[in-house]
């Protein structure tokens, strides 16, 4: 069950490829890899623990409440990781901004409360919450990745708000940083909406192709 | 209609108590981490002033001596509400100051400066504190985008270089961007204003 809840939520029903919910933060934070991951990596966070409390006290909640009470949990824990934020990673915490209580509102993290955490177990509800904000991290970090190089030629720029001044060295420049090169629709929100778009056309693509393997081979077993 | 009501009384009664739980969580949580806020805020603000000195040019805290502008004053700076003016002091004896500054007619709304004055009326540094100005556009006055902001460290404001004070396009001597001249326009003219204030107040360096 719980091969089938992580393969389902990284793959088949991927938050940002598949599912296509919480687009918003997605196309805006998506511009560079460190913005991305990090607030990809807070979305994980709060679905992880929104999905374990949600399946914890679903027996207390009656059916007609159940939208009102899970926002408002929702919406507690977002203020906790915004003021937790603010607390240990203030640099982060003032270039994310507004995202951050933003993630509220992020679709996804109450359609997997309504149609997942409502009805299974604290373990599941736990891992699916927590593997569904994975699987929209990987597409942050691959989507920011792509952005960030055609758009500025540099990856992990902004890396030392998360790790410290001295972590600047660690921002790779591709494209050296005198040449002061810059594509501006990839860093601006058309780029995203593009990058996204060829993000989903080669998942659909990779997915045939599995597909055709695994029609192939099933039909030479059935053939024997 | 009895179990309607006992449904309804009960529905309310669970929304009340999540909302008595989830409440004390947050509150727990910001008075838990109320000082570290407190304290990363105060670093920022410290490191951002800093910016607009030279190194080791003070030695007090900066933070701690401001002065709070009067309103007037604080309008000719272009703030609404207040404004502080943070000053440097060596040994005791005020060396420079950093104003809070606006410029009301940036671009796309008021761009926040801080602008540290020494005291012979001389530019030690500008920053572009908050600013809402088009990104690749105007947001070249910011400093993590451009140096361009630096031209006016060592500049003054003499009654007869006042003309000089404007961008090159409106036949001053500060260079632009071409395509972006509003920004710049904005950020001068709230400088000159700054400087204006400092020739009015020398007591301000007692």
Sequence with gaps: MSNQIISNSIWKQNAGLVQILGMCPVLVVSSNIVNGVSLGLATSLVMLVSGAAIAAIRQFVPNELRSPIFILIIAALVTVVDLLFNAYAHGLYVVLGIFIPLITTNCIVLARAEAFASKNSVWDSALDGFFMGIGLTLVLAVLGGMRELVGKGTLLSGIDLVFGPTAQAWTIHIIPADMHYQFLLAILPPGAFIGLGLLIAVKTALDKRLEAKAGRLAHAVASH | ?206
């Design chain 2, 1 to 206: 209609m009895k179990t309607m009501f006992a449904n309804g009384v009960r529905g309310a009664g669970t929304l009340f108590l999540f909302a008595v739980v989830f409440t004390a969580l947050m509150a727990g949580t910001y008075q838990l981490t109320r000082k570290k806020v407190l304290f990363n805020e105060e670093k920022a603000k410290a490191a951002l002033i800093a910016q607009v000195l030279p190194a080791k040019s003070f030695d007090n805290n900066l933070l701690k001596g401001a002065k709070l502008l009067s309103a007037e004053d604080g309008k000719a700076m272009g703030n609404d509400g207040d404004s502080y003016v943070y000053l440097a002091k060596k040994a005791g004896k005020t060396e420079a100051a950093v104003f809070e500054a606006t410029a009301p007619d940036g671009y796309a709304g008021k761009i926040k400066l801080l602008v540290g004055v020494a005291k012979d009326g001389q530019v030690l540094g500008v920053r572009v504190v908050a600013h809402k100005e088009t990104p690749g556009l105007g947001d070249y006055i910011d400093v993590a985008k451009s140096s361009w902001i630096e031209q006016f460290k060592g500049r003054e404001l003499t009654p007869q270089n006042a003309d000089f004070w404007k961008v090159k396009k409106d036949g001053g001597g500060f260079d632009y961007m071409a395509g972006a001249t509003i920004s710049p326009r904005a950020v001068t003219a709230a400088v000159k204003r700054v400087l204006e204030y400092v020739a009015k107040q020398p007591q301000l360096f007692l």
